[in-house]
């Protein structure tokens, strides 16, 4: 008791006076000049993540060790671990340094070392010639990848190579160091074979019985978590999958199985192996599965591990992980998907490989080496600023430039290790290995590199659609601490990059943050001759104008576009509002006059566009703001998007912006490209002559001054009168004479204009007639309850026995309901009732007229007691029965002819049209209309 307690006392003192470097761990008896083997089990010197001595060997006091691990694992090691210590000499223990240093060196032709000593003796060579010689010798007893050949299990907390360990003779052991590499193949690997005196292996097999009862008793049930994968056949790594107890405790797994499922379909996988070194598994301790047999892992088949990065789940017992998309090849990078991730600089690697690596399979993801002293801090994701986007060039063959994020570092010097980028929900991190970021460095994250431009670059498989108009968002986040900074475009902002199908400018931000497309000044020479504004790898300081402009075209058609116009001599941006507040802006170059925007390429609009979003001219676009050149300010245009139709004459003409009230004229070129179609996008307009009626009587505006060719007239159907047009001002013009006309005061006139530059002759209603149409129900549910609803809007009583209603192919005379129908008293919903007797309509009020077979009408919420019910005189409907789309005219008889009084579609004036409703519809002039055109009516359901 006494002995041991000295025993302890030295161990504890060396491990103080040792803590600083990697502590020289004296248990065991004491050492002589013959190797003596110490094998523990169950012990942890050290805790923490960071690893600062790699070496295998440690020297101190005479006494010379070799260690299972890199000394610095070792100490962390709770499983099995050994070492094998003896006493040299300095130049003794510098000789064994040389065979460790040229272990780690790698294959030689010249590869020459050995060692010989009191009981022990030590050789350099490659394992195909040492498996050859030890096949040949034989062995009792093995232990390798935790298993003894006796059928007892180790278990470990890293999944990395221990030496194989070999008893040859009842008296002679044998180990085997490996080099840590998964280069190259295994018969040409290093390795550093030494054979000493054999320890007592029943006390070691007492210790390892002992130590896992003590851990079975204590276990909790429970199952690891993915700690760690990875999958790519160009690498050394080639592909595995990492599991790790996350807990403080011996976790015992209910299953020894692992489950993997993609879009439905399920394979699983177990073996004696999986099933033997996973019935415990130690607190932190990780299990590698793989198919590459460098790894100290679990074989597992391919096919199991070829979906690893995609969306599947793999399942080992209750523990379930859900994978995503993640590129583990990245440029010249290679990545590992971790789930605690920290600087890939900082990050403590086991294996050699070369591959640019980030990652270390076998090993928890926290484990950190000594980084050296005065190196950088890593970056932080609030330094990186974005300062250029550009969408790429990659889908034309013949400029296929690639997509590009350019940021900047404002902060100090840094790695950019520390730091990865995420994008589309899929992490990129930055660099495999230290990429230092000086301050104020420029870098690009490109789709393809750009070989031979010497940017600071790296190169990330992300995608980006062809057509884009806005930053995509993405987040900067720290690998370790998890830390993000997100870039949130505006989703009201738009930036118009593409021209002639291609993209030929970048979205660049200045120091305050404002996008734009990218200026003229400051783009690469290298571009800027072809049509090009980018600047990858230089941020553009360069200062935005926004410059004046005014539309001159929209055609809201097929192939809809934009034209707006400029003197041809500025260069700078252009800037437009929608309604819905969106912003768009593009840039206009020097010697541009007309600049077109579309949605899409077609031969109606030529190739010299700017690309706008799809459902740009939609239905809801009926605004635009923008700095007019004309008026010298910021104005807003706007119209009824109902009426464009009309307009365009059928779809058939673009329009171009005239001053209110006028609004709109048409274009009057002939397009090239598309028949029957008026157009002139890029060119030069050709407007039509557009006129409007003015306040008060005969007063008329146009959009531009009228010619010796104009002329007008005043009359109906009946017969017309010239007219002669004086002018008022600018563009406003007048009749030189009042009268008197040689026309009845009841009878309805219009006036009528005719012009070359007219696309159609137009006309307007200069007077009404004492009664008019307000309503009418051409369509109904049962054909026979048709009518129409006139009203009084005189100051005299009008007796309409006087009056016939007229379709396109009938007229009918006029009488009241019951004179027709003296024996019937027709119901209408909601209890009201009409006039029946009569035919005298005073001022202000309204009648009907209906069909005479019909019954059970339906009439609107604004019918009243007082009106008038009228149907025809002789025959059993309303002129030839009225149809949707038809015209209706009202006549009075005066003298010995009928006179036009009310028109419904107005066929006798230049300006007709037709409203077609379907079945169950009416139509209702609206309040304070004059019934000209079909947007003055209102269209209703038969349950209003």
């Avoid at 050859?132 to 890293?158: A, N, R």
């Amino acid at each position: 008791m006494k002995k041991l307690g000295i025993i302890f006392l030295i161990f504890f003192l060396g491990f103080c006076q040792n803590k600083e470097k990697s502590p020289f761990l004296l248990y065991g008896d004491g050492y002589s000049e013959s190797p003596k083997f110490e094998f523990q089990y169950g012990i942890a010197e050290e805790e923490g993540n960071l690893i600062e001595n790699t070496s295998y060997t440690h020297f101190d006091s005479g006494v010379f060790c070799l260690y299972s691990l890199p000394i610095s694992l070792y100490l962390r090691e709770l499983g099995a671990k050994f070492r094998i210590c003896w006493k040299t000499d300095e130049e003794g223990a510098n000789r064994w340094k040389q065979g460790f240093s040229l272990l780690a060196e790698g294959p030689n032709e010249y590869l020459s070392w050995n060692w010989k000593g009191k009981g022990g003796n030590a050789l350099l060579t490659e394992y195909g010639k040492w498996k050859k010689e030890s096949d040949k010798e034989g062995f009792l007893l093995e232990w390798e990848t935790q298993i003894w050949s006796s059928g007892l299990t180790t278990y470990q907390t890293f999944a990395v190579p221990h030496p194989l360990f070999l008893q040859r003779t009842k008296d002679v052991c044998e180990v085997v160091f490996f080099k840590p590499s998964i280069d190259g193949t295994l018969n040409q690997l290093p390795v550093l074979s030494f054979d000493f005196p054999c320890p007592d292996l029943n006390e070691i097999t007492d210790q390892i019985q002992t130590q896992n009862d003590k851990w079975f008793r204590e276990c909790v049930p429970g199952e690891p978590k993915v700690s760690e994968l990875f999958r790519h056949s160009e690498s050394s790594f080639q592909r595995f999958l990492e599991w790790e107890n996350p807990n403080e405790f011996v976790i015992c797994p209910s299953s020894d199985s692992l489950d993997l499922e993609k879009e439905g379909v399920r394979k699983t996988f177990s073996s004696d192996l999986f099933s033997k070194r996973t019935k415990l598994i130690l607190p932190r301790a990780t299990t590698v599965f793989s198919d590459e047999t460098g790894f100290f892992s679990i074989p597992i088949p391919k096919e199991f591990l070829t979906d690893l990065g995609t969306q599947m789940s793999v399942r080992w017992g209750n523990s379930e992980y859900q994978d995503s998309e993640f590129y583990f090849r990245q440029g010249y990078d290679f990545f590992s998907n971790q789930t605690n991730p920290i600087s890939c600089r900082n990050q403590y690697k086991f294996w050699n490989s070369k591959d640019r690596f980030c990652g270390n399979p076998g090993l928890p993801n926290r484990l950190e080496k000594k980084i050296k002293e005065g190196s950088p801090a890593g970056c932080l994701a609030d330094q990186i600023q974005i300062t250029e986007f550009y969408p790429g060039n990659h889908f034309d063959s013949q400029l296929p430039l690639p997509a590009y994020f350019e940021f900047q570092n404002t902060g100090d010097t840094c790695d950019g290790s520390s730091l990865q980028w995420i994008f589309e929900n899929t992490v990129y991190p930055l660099s495999a290995d230290e990429w230092i970021l000086e301050k104020g460095a420029v870098f690009l994250i490109t789709r393809k590199l750009w070989s031979g431009w010497n940017l600071l670059e790296k190169e990330k498989p992300f995608s980006i659609p062809k057509v884009v108009f806005q930053i995509p968002s993405f987040r900067w986040e720290n690998r370790k601490e998890k830390e993000q900074v997100s870039f949130i475009p505006s989703i009201s902002l738009y930036h118009l990059l593409r021209f002639q199908s291609q993209n030929r400018f970048s979205i660049q931000l200045n120091a305050f943050g404002t996008q734009y497309p990218h200026v003229r000044t400051g783009s690469s020479l290298n571009f800027l001759p072809y049509g090009f504004q980018i600047s990858p790898g230089s941020v553009n300081n360069g200062l935005a104008e926004n410059i004046y402009t005014d539309l001159l075209e929209y055609n809201p058609n097929q192939s809809p576009f934009l034209d707006f116009g400029f003197t041809g001599f500025e260069e700078g941006l252009v800037s437009f509002q929608r309604e819905n507040g969106n912003t768009y802006q593009f840039w206009k170059p020097i010697g541009t006059r007309f600049q077109t925007l579309a949605t899409f390429p077609s031969t109606c609009n030529g190739e010299d566009f700017y690309q706008l979003p799809d459902g740009f001219f939609s239905e809801n676009f009926y605004s635009l703001r923008y700095l007019s050149k004309e008026k010298d300010e910021s104005i807003a245009f706007s119209w009824e998007p109902m009426s464009i139709k009309e307009w365009t004459i059928g779809g058939t003409r673009s329009l171009h912006p005239e001053p209110s009230p006028i609004l709109f004229s048409r274009s009057m070129t002939p397009s090239n490209h598309c028949l029957s179609d008026f157009r002139s996008p890029g060119s030069s307009k050709h407007r039509s002559l557009e006129i409007r009626k003015g306040e008060g009587e005969f007063n008329y505006l146009t959009n531009f001054s009228l010619s010796h060719q104009t002329e007008l007239k005043l009359g109906n159907g009946n017969g017309s009168i010239p007219l002669t047009l004086i002018s008022s001002g600018t563009n406003t013009y007048s009749v030189n004479s009042q009268g008197p006309f040689p026309f009845s005061p009841e009878e309805q006139l219009y006036s009528y204009f005719t012009d070359p530059s007219l696309i159609q002759a137009k006309s307007f209603l200069e007077r009404k007639g004492p009664v008019q149409i307000e309503a009418i129900f051409p369509n109904p549910k049962d054909s026979q309850n048709e009518w129409i609803y006139l009203c009084n809007r005189s100051a005299n009583t009008e007796d309409l026995s006087f009056y016939l209603v007229e379709d396109e192919t009938s007229t009918d005379d006029l009488v009241s309901y019951q004179s027709r129908f003296p024996n019937l008293n027709p119901s209408v919903n909601g209890g009201k009732t009409f006039i029946l007797n009569t035919t005298i309509l005073n001022p202000g009020h309204c009648a009907w007229i209906v069909d005479p077979d019909g019954k059970d009408w339906f009439f609107p919420i604004f019918q009243k007691d007082s009106d008038l019910l009228l149907t025809v005189k002789t025959t059993q409907t309303i002129g030839n029965g009225i149809a949707s789309g038809e015209s209706i005219q009202i006549r009075k008889k005066i003298e010995q002819s009928s006179k036009l009084v009310s028109s419904f579609g107005h066929k006798e004036s230049f300006s007709p049209f037709r409203i077609t409703v379907v079945t169950g519809e009416f139509l209702w002039l609206k309040f304070g209309s004059n019934g000209m055109s079909a947007e003055d009516f209102e269209i209703y359901r038969e349950e209003f």
